[in-house]
């Protein structure tokens, strides 16, 4: 089974940056996804990874440390529009269904 | 491209009574396909996924079924509703290797009352 933590909401200034962390238990892992949801829409894919490292896509990224079960995603530069709730996802290893268990999410609010 | 639909959008039904809620991909061809569910401020919950026609896994126990039955067709269903199945309902695809990413479509908002 699989245990995902990430906070439950966080609140930051439009053009500031923040740092979104989620932590992972798993008995076998193989890939992190992170989704962009706002309220009442779908999740939107943002982000990738299954080495250890940061991949930039923009003004979003996001951090991967295997060994410590541990991911972040950073927005920059942030934006009204970025205020979204904000999912972490694993994929196990031997996944033929290529199934991913979710957190919790972390909703955003994003200030003048 | 690929496209995902979903429908109703919305739904309100009475306790007991039964429910179909579909889903169908274009664009593609043999998608894996999921069912999740999302209470109010949580996170996603899977119900059910398919890698083939006729092909069903369930990861909760509960009330609801699900079919496909055809490569880009997936069907959620339940006999007798029950409150606790209000929520929102997303089905996703993805393509049928473990690599790639799932894509959401637009979701039915269901209450039961």
């Known amino acids: 089974g699989q245990n995902i933590d990430q906070p439950t909401e966080m609140t930051a200034t439009e053009g500031a940056i923040v740092q979104i962390n989620c932590t992972y238990q798993?008995?076998?892992?193989?890939?992190l996804f992170w989704y962009q949801q706002h309220a009442g829409e779908a999740p939107t894919f943002l982000s990738y990874n299954v080495l250890d490292g940061l991949e930039e896509k923009g003004r979003f990224s996001s951090f991967l440390s295997r060994s410590k079960g541990y991911s972040y995603l950073l927005l920059k530069e942030l934006q009204m529009k970025d205020s979204a709730s904000y999912l972490c996802?694993?994929?196990?290893?031997?996944?033929?269904?290529?199934?991913?268990?979710f957190g919790g999410g972390t909703r955003l609010m994003v200030k003048p | 491209s690929q496209t995902i639909h979903q429908w109703p959008a919305t739904l309100v039904q009475p306790v007991g009574s039964p429910l179909s809620l579909e889903c169908t991909v274009e664009?593609?061809?043999?998608?894996?396909l999921y069912w999740y569910r999302q209470a109010a401020g949580r996170g996603l919950q899977l119900l059910f996924y398919s890698v083939g026609i006729g092909q069903i896994s369930s990861e909760v126990p509960q009330n609801l079924s699900a079919s496909r039955p055809q490569d880009r067709q997936f069907i959620l269903s339940s006999k007798k509703l029950l409150l606790s199945d209000s929520g929102f309902y997303l089905c996703?695809?993805?393509?049928?290797?473990?690599?790639?990413?799932?894509?959401f479509g637009p979701g039915t908002r269901l209450t039961v009352t």
């Open positions: 996802a694993v994929r196990e290893e031997d996944n033929a269904g290529n199934m991913l268990t």
């Open positions: 798993t008995s076998g892992f193989n890939g």
């Open positions: 664009g593609t061809s043999n998608p894996n």
């Open positions: 996703a695809w993805s393509r049928p290797r473990a690599s790639y990413e799932q894509y």
